[in-house]
């Protein structure tokens, strides 16, 4: 009866298990976001060689990393859509990458009206808490370790807001470092959550021949 009740138990681990692999999204790329953190921490490193340089100048650079990003990841996405046979290019296969478009636009809106009053110091800590808002959003479509990078981005611009409130974007270190190290934590966790066990190899591009013929290992 107990070997019984055992078995029982562990079907039910296994269809919970396959249920939810079932609705997880696949589109997004983990070697896709790790690219868009190294471009936030190359922006640093550009702003950081021209200190005199701030304000609207910093401003239009992180909208350009924040353009760049987008391309990168939704381009990331549009790939796996097209070509992905678990796609199946049912257009329904998209919305979770469409739900987190609000939070953004809502970011958007905030940042145009900074700009527009010229109050540049709060745009960064506003950005890390939207983006933080926008992982969190997709925690129930991702691996759940997600709403852990949501939260990190969230803490990091709550902090930066209260207890640096004048950084602004005079200093492109916070945002460039916060943003590297979230995206690649990020891609790290959508890269490895998947069954065929990935490794570091794969995830750096070594055996980029093989993955030419297999689109979904992203």
């Not at 269809?15 to 953190?37: D, N, P, W």
């Not at 009053?117 to 983006?131: E, H, K, L, R, T």
């Not at 759940?144 to 409130?165: F, H, K, Q, V």
């Amino acid at each position: 009866m107990i070997q019984h009740v055992h078995q029982a138990l562990a079907q039910v681990r296994l269809m919970r298990r396959y249920v939810i692999e079932k609705q997880r999204f696949k589109g997004y790329s983990g070697r896709a976001r790790a690219l868009s953190g190294c471009v936030a921490l190359m922006a640093s490193f550009w702003l950081s060689q021209r200190p005199g340089r701030a304000g609207g100048y910093a401003l239009a650079v992180w909208l350009a990393v924040a353009l760049a990003g987008a391309a990168i990841n939704f381009g990331a996405v549009l790939f796996w859509f097209l070509s992905d046979t678990a796609a199946d290019r049912q257009a329904r296969r998209l919305k979770p990458a469409i739900e987190v478009l609000p939070a953004l636009a809502a970011g958007a809106v905030i940042t145009a009206a900074f700009w527009r009053d010229g109050a540049f110091d709060y745009i960064v800590p506003v950005w890390m808490i939207i983006f933080g808002i926008a992982n969190l959003a997709s925690r129930h479509v991702l691996p759940r370790e997600i709403a852990w990078i949501g939260l990190y981005y969230m803490a990091s611009g709550t902090a930066l807001l209260l207890l640096y409130p004048r950084a602004g974007l005079s200093n492109p270190w916070p945002m460039g470092i916060v943003f590297f190290v979230g995206e690649w934590l990020g891609g790290l966790v959508i890269f490895f959550d998947r069954p065929e066990r990935p490794s570091w190899a794969s995830f750096l591009g070594f055996n980029l021949a093989r993955e030419r013929n297999d689109p979904a290992a992203k």
